[in-house]
């Protein structure tokens, strides 16, 4: 792809026929992985040995055959259209979609606005010591959106230190256990190795298993100043619990879970700045809501599991359609949490429409507007 | 049919010929794939919506290529043993009585008795295991984003290797890879790894002339308006319906079934809002279709 700018499209095309066929299709596929598609060298081989299988006359074989094989999610077909169309007609490809959204400001930025707010830090204190701890100690029960640069990374090395645990549910299976339940199997095999004899009685008791935990962050503006805190949050979770997923909520629908992977929280807050388009702009709960459910919760994601919503409650659209959402998200979970960083501060009352019409749909609603209250709401899905 | 998967085509056009007699309308583009994953032994990975043909797939495969079919049908929590192997342990209890019983005071070897017990006679094949010995084959791994991770990773562990080890009895080597279709509903992303190791497809919901073959091949006896009226509905439902859940091509086969069943030449307003049941699933879906019905069959 970066090679093929420089030249014409006509130039790139008799480059193109000069050499030979698997250079060129190797091309291909690094032309591919440039556009941001997962190509590894042994998918390009795959490729190579399956376009040897429909021959390169077809383009339409080869095209098939690229998909197969270069391919893994429906995301990456647009892509791949493009760069196929470009690297096999020669026509240059429409840059807009191709190039990797690199220049949109990191996640971590998005948040950074130096209104200073009071300084009340550890800088009176004399004892250094103390004045880190009686510092901190401030900082969990600071609100996370008035906090200047110098804290808020004091704040992003605090995070470190959570261990969300995901809550649990009885598991189909059981496991051998010293009490409980007498283990049928189990007992005989053990009689079974003394050829017969009775040995000792075994047991066994349900096992369990860790519940999924989905949350969803809004990123509109009226949260863009806690989106920061809350992907730490859900950094964490993921870190701690491989099922967690985690998606943004704005003017569309984010899964960012993949982004959240990566185990320095500095660079997956980037990668998923890179994956989420919305950053601080309008606010349609309901329809993001509806699209997570269609598209992921009522397949089975939702199904038994903690799901936690990160919003103020500030809807665009009406809030029927938010309260509708609830009301199925409701059925499906096995609880809903709502957190809403107004919530902890004084004389907040639940009266926006989204709230409202959210609520009766929602089994916890707390705070989150600061670390000691991400701290509680670790307790509360730990226990949910 | 001692030969392996590789020459069961000779080209993308074959497969959509062979499958086309089992009654199965394939696409050029999953014909190439299917073609490829026969002369590559790679698994086929087939996502979609739910009612794309996924599952039928694997089953027209089968019955196309006169073999037999696997089916592992994967749900959260499922293990190795079910998809592997298991002992069967009140035989392997019985037969330790039996010879009791018979030897009486009689000294046995207790190696022997040990080899005797865990001898293939008293091993349950689960699905993978029976794939592997009765290759060639079609292995149907049917919504494998159910199954959990680790599960996942056991598959690919199988699906590049093509053989298993148990313990007591050794290597069970399958000596032709099977053909192996895995489906997801993309309920949970896949693992690279796994997506890697196969030929990625995804399945969209067929268009207005496919479709319309789909019904009139697999349903000769529903008469031709019926089956264009029912057909032109269904993809106006998927397209303008905004529906929870959008019929899929086995909903719409199920209705046309329905409405042949109850007599009905066309499609008119009573007799498909009584049988809407077939097609639609959600009370909410439902409700929508009615009030959009009406309209609908008028235009």
Redesign the interface.
Known sequence: MTGMTGMTAQQCLEAHHRRPPDEWLIGFARALRAAGLHVTADRERTFLVAVSQVGLGERRGVYWAGRATLTSSPADVERYDQVFTAWFTGRPMETTHTVPPTVRPPVRQAALDDDAASGAGPETEDDLLRARASGQEVLRQRDVAALDRAERAQLARMFERLHPLAPHRPARRHVPRRTGPVNGPATLREQLRRVGEPGPVRHHRRGVRTRRVVLLIDVSGSMSAYADSLLRLAHRFVQAAPTTEVFTMGTRLTHVTRALRERDPDRALVAAGAVVPDWSGGTRLGDALAAFLDRWGRRGMARGAVVVLFSDGWERTGPEVLGEQMRRLRALAHRVVWVNPHRGKAGYQPIQQGIVAALPHVDDFVAGHSFATFEELIEVIAHA | MLRGMEQAFTS?DDVTATLARTGYLAD??LA??T??AT??G?PILL?GE?GTGKTALAESLAEALGQKLIRLQCY??I?ATQALYDWD??R??LH??AV?AVAGDEHRD?KQ?EAE?FDERFLLARPVLRALREAPCVLLIDEI??AD?EFEAFLLEVLSTWQVTIPEVGTIAAEHPPLVVLTS?????LH?AL??RC????IDHPGLARELDIVRTRLPEVSDTLAEQVVRLVQRLRTEGDL??PPGVAETLDWARALDALGAGSLDPEVAAATLGAAVKYREDGERVRAMLDRMLAG
């Open positions: 993308p050029e583009a190439t794939v073609f490829l002369r590559l790679r996502e739910p959260e929590g293990e342990f009140p392997q209890i330790l009585r009791e207790p008795l017990l984003d159910r991770d509903n993309r309920t949970r992303e690279d997506k890697r030929l990625y497809h995804w929870i859940k």
